[in-house]
């Protein structure tokens, strides 16, 4: 594995993982009131759509990020929409 590898391995890791803390705060309260609606849409969309692109472009760092990411996030925006 080469340098450029390497770092986007960790930039996915890192970006990805900083979801998790939010997470699962908000499975285990239930509390969405400080989640903006429009921006975890629109967050999620994004999300799913950088999926995408990594998968037709052949990039694993950038698929699998993505779709990790995509999960935590679209759990978020289900609990936001639910508990409102």
């Known amino acids: ?6 770092i986007g391995y960790l930039a996915a890791f890192a970006t ?6 939010q997470a ?10 400080g989640i ?3 921006m975890y849409a629109l967050f999620t ?3 799913f759509l950088w999926m995408m ?17 995509f999960v935590f996030a679209s759990i978020i925006l289900v609990y936001k929409i ?3």
């Open 45 to 47: 969309a994004g999300t």
């Open 36 to 38: 903006s609606l429009a």
């Open 82 to 84: 639910k508990y409102k």
């Open 53 to 69: 692109y990594g998968f037709l472009i052949g990039s694993l760092q950038v698929a699998v990020a993505n779709v990790v990411t």
């Open 16 to 21: 990805t993982v900083s979801f998790l803390p």
């Open 1 to 6: 594995m080469n340098i450029i590898s390497t």
């Open 24 to 33: 699962l705060k908000t499975i285990q309260t239930k509390d969405t009131s």
